[in-house]
């Protein structure tokens, strides 16, 4: 090749290849920027204040509407549930038929989770009823069985984002303060939330802010519905946490499908982006000793986070669905060594039938 052609080529590929660099770098900014995106937000950690609202908003104490079972303000919407009679007593009746069902179980602790109402100035009888209800199924609980209150530590925070506004659910955040009531009846030490990794996972509005849609669409509130803030998803994690676990479920056939996942779910935001939604049950793998049974509702699946640094098995129990629980029980104390049980839902689902099929197959007559 003559000289000069030679230096022409040598300069037209040198150009081509810095415009190829360039290129490449900017497919893959774009792509991190993308998968950023898509998984999670470390810059908008700060962008929040405790209540879960941007630039500094605090919370309105302005009540719009209270009435079917809601009660309306600008930036939140509350459920008002309220406590079935003779609640409590089923509850503790029915944790000590499974410890008698099952005599490798020696501890069966009851973990109920207060809602949102339970912890607002506005609804002091929604806190007494609360507490009614704690101390009834203390009273009604024999040897065996723990009732954990995780009221006070709330209270103790209740200027942080411990609880959603547009869902009926504590946030991760909220799930932390009560597994530290739940380390302590273990014997163990509390932790600090420094250790964990806070990520923004996007945004969401929850069930609440479409019940609320629903009731009230067609009134005065209806632009502040749909112009509410929505909820930010924050994610609590250790670096070193498995993440991992063995989801089972009904698939579209009617058939039981399992799964190997992850327990936290990049493709899910809110409650339902712990373990999953429509699961009956799931192995998630943890980094501590031993094994525990959490039997749970979207709020107790929460606290899996915490659960993981305490276990190496937990076996996540879903109560609303996993009817087949009883049967599986002998099998999963052996096969996991589990001595421990774990109740945790809303407090006015802890004794209600509606929301236990999990574990109302132990209240009947020969099973």
Known sequence: MNKPYSTLFLL??????AVGCVILQEQAAALKSAEAEEVYHPELRDAYNAFGLPNQQSLSNRKLYEGNGIALYPDRVLRLDTYLAGGAQYAAETAAAVLEYAPELEA????????????????????????AFVEELKTCSGDGVTVLDPLPELLAHQDEYIHFRTENSWTMRGAFYGAQVFRRALGYEDESLDAYRVYVFGKFSGGLNTEAQSLLGDSEWSETIADMESDPFFIHIKGDDPNRQQLTFENSTGE????ACSTIRMNS????AVIGSNYCHSIVEGKGEGSLILIADS???????YLTDLYGKIYVVNGHTDGNFMQDLNTIC??????????????????NRSYMKALNPFMRKGG
């Open 108 to 131: 069966f602790y009851i973990l109920p989770i207060p809602e949102r109402a339970v912890l607002e100035a506005d609804f002091p009888e929604k806190t007494a009823e609360y507490k």
């Open 334 to 351: 052996s096969s996991l060594d589990v001595h421990q049980v774990l109740w945790a839902q809303r407090g006015f689902r802890v004794g």
């Open 299 to 305: 709020s107790g699946q929460m606290l899996i986070s």
């Open 269 to 272: 935001i809110g409650p339902s």
């Open 12 to 17: 037209a590929l040198a150009i081509a290849l």
């Open 256 to 259: 039981m499908e399992t799964i």
